[in-house]
């Protein structure tokens, strides 16, 4: 099957393109490598250096021919999106709905969308949420991936194009950058194997919901294997402190190292842990990867790079 992958460079899409080539499909990757990196795109992939907002994806669509689109393309800094929202609204609603626009023009069969869980639920009423929490976006960031998810319920219910839009909880592992709330991870692991002091915002019992990245990838595989139209979770069910992730890391690189807390972030959710009882039912999926083989494997990566 030919895969048409956006942000394929980028952190979490590059592993979603190794699986999708590793198991036979033939993958198009598309990335303006604002935040992506060459190094990450596989050699096997049809590569093109361009934007979701350029007029040449029209001729992509043409020459390519997808059947299927995983769009992970983005602005995704939460911290930018409030700094500066009409280039968060530009760049994730504006871009994606031109994307969904070339997906019914050249008939693609499927969409597969990377949402977010923990941002579009907000500061929840009970733990996990599942998909029927209220949702309480508090960034354009994640205000843009709801309205995305509304966007392709229209396209479904107008246009006939099948769509799963994977709630994503906080993805941590290989090939990580250090920016938005997940970042943390790469942050802890590149200040400690630098020598440099990590500080920990506020009291760091604020928590999260740690997804390994090759279990998210693997997700990916199953949704396209699947005919699942709808939003799923794509988590753990188990809420992780930032003190317990600084902690694990320090364990693995710098033993030693103080755990130094700074000022908390204005308006930091508190708690955020995802239910992924309907992954497991309709896409046969739950998380593999424990955590601290996860971070393990993280440290790795990042000591290679230094």
């Known amino acids: 099957m ?13 592993h979603v393109a190794d699986l999708m080539i590793d198991n036979g499909h033939d993958v198009v990757i598309v990335d303006d490598l604002s935040n992506g990196k060459k190094e990450n795109i596989n050699p096997r992939a049809a590569f093109y250096h361009a934007s979701i907002l350029d007029r040449t994806l ?11 689109v995983i769009h992970h393309a983005a602005q995704i800094s939460v911290r930018d999106s409030v700094k500066d929202p009409l280039r968060d609204m530009e760049i994730n609603i504006k871009g994606s709905v031109q994307l969904l626009e070339h997906c019914k023009d050249h008939q693609v069969k ?10 579009l639920y907000g500061e929840q009423d009970y733990f996990p949420a599942d998909e029927n929490h209220p949702m309480r976006p508090l960034s354009p960031y994640a205000i843009a991936k709801l309205s995305v998810e509304k966007y392709l319920f229209f396209y479904f219910t ?8 994977l709630r994503y909880a906080n993805v941590y592992g290989p090939r990580q950058d250090p920016c938005g709330e997940a970042g943390v991870v790469a942050i802890f692991c590149q200040r400690m194997l630098k020598g440099d002091q990590p500080v920990i915002n506020g009291d760091g019992n604020q928590t999260r919901d740690f997804v390994y990245v090759g279990d998210v990838a693997r997700a990916n595989l199953l949704a396209l294997q699947h005919e699942v139209t709808g ?15 600084f902690n694990e890391i320090r364990s693995f690189v710098a033993p030693g190292t103080p755990e130094v807390h ?11 842990v995802l239910s992924y009882q309907k992954a497991r039912t309709v896409l046969g999926w739950e998380p593999t990867m424990p955590l601290t083989e996860g971070l393990k494997r993280t440290v790795d990566f990042f000591r290679h790079m230094q």
């Open 2 to 14: 030919k895969i048409l992958i956006t942000g394929g460079a980028g952190f979490i899409a590059s």
């Open 58 to 68: 029209a001729d992509i669509f043409r020459e390519e021919k997808p059947e299927v």
């Open 110 to 119: 499927k969409i597969i969308f990377s949402s977010t869980g923990g941002a």
């Open 262 to 272: 700074g000022p908390a972030m204005p308006g930091e959710q508190l708690r955020s």
């Open 231 to 245: 939003e799923i979770n794509i988590g753990t069910g188990v809420e992780t402190s930032i003190n317990t992730i």
């Open 158 to 165: 107008t246009h006939h194009l099948p769509y799963t839009a």
